[in-house]
């Protein structure tokens, strides 16, 4: 069996990677239902940072496939189009009360 050796700036890797990929995730499902201004973004976005760090972190770094290029570019796609999508909602948002006055 081959042990692996991570340094700290490969764990900080990974864990950016699971954020970002969890953080996009949560935007795309919030955009999709059209509930991302309100606060139920929030409160997702409270329980997955708790759930990160109380149980995915623990088991973050074992795993081959989460140090890998195909995870990094995905997880950087999924965050680019949820912060994009957030843009897009807030703008509607803001839009949309300042045209109905």
């Known amino acids: 069996m081959q042990h ?3 340094t700290v700036g490969d764990r ?3 864990h950016n990677r699971i954020h970002n990929f969890g953080l996009g995730i949560l935007a795309m499902f919030f955009f999709g239902f059209h509930i991302m201004m309100t606060f139920y973004f ?3 976005v409270i ?27 995905t997880s950087h796609l999924v965050l680019s189009l949820g912060v994009l ?11 949309g009360n300042v045209m109905i006055r």
């Open 85 to 95: 999508l957030l843009i897009l909602s807030m703008s509607q948002f803001f839009l």
């Open 47 to 73: 329980l997955f940072e708790l759930v990160h760090v109380l149980i995915i972190r623990r088991f973050e770094y074992s795993h081959s496939f989460l140090r890998s290029r195909v995870f990094k570019v």
């Open 42 to 44: 929030t409160a997702a």
């Open 12 to 14: 900080d890797d990974v």
């Open 4 to 6: 692996v050796q991570t």
